[in-house]
């Protein structure tokens, strides 16, 4: 579905991420996957490595939040691989805390990833993605609809996530450049382990299919938004939650 496509997947190195990264890879595209650390970034590739020695994948750590880091990046994996076709922003980190209880330093680190490196992303890669009538696919939330009981932040930076991804299905749908976004509900991945079991539990009673949702169920959500499946759709958030609704 992706043969010969081109994809950069920002934290790419566990959960949701390396799923996305790994279903692209079995699917034919080349893939740049961002982590936050150097040691996560090599020890993700040679996991990949030893499932299929053909796999085309590189790896990077910027800063999201740095803009010459972001652009001197993109600049890298497109003179590696001749041009970039799907960006994926799916870096991100969640937060319990009460709002009586936040500290602007928590606010600030949230923000700079969730929101202030995806904007910076989507803006360096829009030259790119024009060349290849490329397409970006964000990773939102179900919390960014119907909120959560406390970590309002995170549903706050999602909420600017689906802002974003509708706004630049607008502004760049004339430039052939699709803009998506997939918003799971409760998911297994480490984010979700970290959140307290009162949190969970009443999250889990709403979802009618009767399961937590697996990082493949988004993956392939992804997969069908950065295919030609997907060529006439833009400005959609994908809701992947098992029937799970506010």
Do not use: W
């Not at 499932?51 to 990046?73: C, H, M, R, W």
């Not at 992303?121 to 119907?146: F, P, R």
């Not at 999602?158 to 760049?172: D, H, P, Q």
């Amino acid at each position: 579905m992706l043969n010969g496509k081109v994809a950069i997947v920002t934290g790419g190195t566990r959960g949701i991420g390396l799923e996305i990264v790994r279903t692209f890879l079995k699917n034919g595209a080349s893939v740049a996957l961002f982590g936050s650390k150097e040691e996560s970034v090599t020890e993700s590739i040679s996991k990949l490595k030893e499932e299929s020695k053909n796999y085309q994948v590189i790896g990077f750590y910027p800063n999201l939040a740095s803009e010459d880091e972001v652009k001197e990046t993109f600049a890298k994996i497109a003179s590696e691989f001749g041009h970039i076709d799907i960006l994926v922003n799916n870096a991100g980190m969640s937060s319990s805390t009460k709002i009586e209880d936040y500290t602007i330093e928590e606010y600030d680190k949230i923000a700079d990833l969730n929101m202030k490196g995806v904007f910076i992303c989507s803006k360096e890669i829009v030259s790119y993605l024009k060349e290849t009538k490329g397409n970006i696919i964000n990773i939102s939330s179900m919390v960014s609809i119907y909120g959560q009981p406390a970590g309002c932040v995170y549903p706050m930076s999602k909420f600017a996530v689906n802002g974003l991804t509708k706004s630049l299905s607008r502004e760049l749908a004339p430039v052939g450049v699709r803009v998506n976004a997939v918003a799971p509900g409760i998911t297994k991945t480490d984010m979700v382990a970290s959140l307290p079991d009162e949190m969970i539990k009443p999250l889990i009673a709403t979802i009618p299919l009767g399961r937590i949702g697996e990082p493949k169920d988004i993956a392939n959500a992804c997969l069908f938004l950065a295919s030609d499946m997907a060529s006439y759709v833009t400005g959609e958030i994908m809701q992947v939650d098992g029937g799970a609704r506010a």
